[in-house]
């Protein structure tokens, strides 16, 4: 049995182009391994420490190898067990919108809390940086209100694929699908038949992943 940790980055519930993505590869995946368990966050509910001034101490304490005080492990402890309910599955989903080209500020925290040297990822002057997670399977549900094709004058403005994507392979994940709905805030129809052209796909990706 397997663990699948299934993170939604958008606070728009049901009106989510990237959730209705990534649910219907949920529902996909489901039909396909039944006993799966399935654990799904929203970063917009979830109870993340504010990543400050207060909990940067702790991490730089630990990271120069100072004892952290007794507040500063309270902190850390949060961070911790953020880390390691994510380490702890076998498989990702994620559902992500893009703002300002990049990442909403939400899940922005969330990586900046997950993303932690000796933890996910390591430095050595002998081998440089190395992910620490086992390269596990990816699915990602991207949606955003433009479109930036490949070789267009706006192309570089994508800040939010090629972004997560180097975030996900700097901690270790490589074998990463993804489906992209464009042009969500244009013509009613137009952003309906990239929603349901990315179901179909996000639907067969998930019967083999
Ligand atoms: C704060 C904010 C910033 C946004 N910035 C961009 C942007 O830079 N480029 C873009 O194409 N769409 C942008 N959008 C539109 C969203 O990408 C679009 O609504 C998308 O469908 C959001 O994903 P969701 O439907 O899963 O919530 C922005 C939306 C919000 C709320």
């Known amino acids: 049995m397997s ?3 299934y993170v939604q980055a958008s606070p728009r519930g049901t009106e989510s182009f990237s959730i209705a993505a990534a649910n ?20 917009f ?9 207060k909990i940067l101490g702790a991490k730089y304490a630990i990271l120069h190898g100072r004892s952290p005080s007794e507040d500063q492990k309270e902190d ?12 702890a599955a076998d498989k990702y989903v994620f559902a992500v919108p893009m703002w300002n080209f ?13 993303i932690q040297p000796g933890y996910t990822f390591q430095y050595s002057p002998e081998e440089g940086y190395k992910g620490l997670l086992p390269d596990r399977p990816v699915f990602v549900a991207y949606a955003r209100g ?23 392979n700097f901690i270790g994940l490589r074998k990463i699908e993804h ?11 137009g952003a309906g038949a990239n929603l349901d052209n990315a179901i179909r796909k996000a639907t067969e990706i998930a019967e083999n992943f």
């Not at 850390?76 to 380490?87: L, P, Q, T």
Request: avoid cysteine.
């Open 3 to 5: 663990t699948v940790f």
């Open 24 to 43: 219907a590869f949920i529902e996909s995946y489901r039909k396909k391994s039944p006993d799966d368990e399935i654990i799904t966050i929203n970063v």
């Open 45 to 53: 509910d979830r109870d993340l420490p504010p990543f400050d001034g």
């Open 76 to 87: 850390w402890a949060k961070v911790e067990s953020i880390i390691e309910e994510f380490k």
């Open 102 to 114: 990049g990442l909403p500020y939400r899940f922005k925290q969330y990586l900046d809390i997950l």
């Open 146 to 168: 433009g479109s930036y094709p490949r070789g267009s004058e706006v192309e570089h403005m994508d800040f939010q694929v090629p972004y997560f994507k180097t975030l996900l």
């Open 179 to 189: 489906v992209i709905i464009d042009s969500t805030l244009g013509s009613q129809q």
